[in-house]
């Protein structure tokens, strides 16, 4: 399953929408960039912040150690694509295989 569709399933289940979840991340969060993401574009987590990645697991109750390298230091400026490549590549599992134990 990919990391999208794994976070999708969470906010439906909450009963949440796009609009909802984005101001629960922060109130100038764009829920657009949820779209590419949950449709399986994993680049689309370029123009994230780890504070706002911390705050959409928080929302959907979900450890964000599982999904990134969480720094020691709260480092909310730090971008988040390395911080899952860190975690994939330390599993030493590709993209599929990384998400395929979620499902």
Not at 17 to 40: C, P, T, Y
Not at 76 to 100: I, Q
Request: one cysteine or more.
């Amino acid at each position: 399953m990919r990391i999208g569709l794994y976070f999708q399933k969470k906010r439906e289940f909450k009963g949440l929408n796009h609009k909802d979840l984005a101001v629960m991340i922060r109130n100038d969060f764009q829920e657009s960039l949820f779209w590419d993401f949950e449709r399986g574009d994993e680049n689309d987590i370029d123009g994230w912040l780890l504070g706002d990645f911390k705050r959409y697991c928080a929302s959907l109750e979900v450890k964000p150690t599982e999904f990134a390298d969480i720094p020691v230091s709260d480092l909310a400026n730090l971008p988040l694509p390395a911080l899952v490549r860190a975690r994939r590549e330390e599993k030493n599992l590709s993209v599929d295989r990384f998400w395929g134990q979620y499902i």
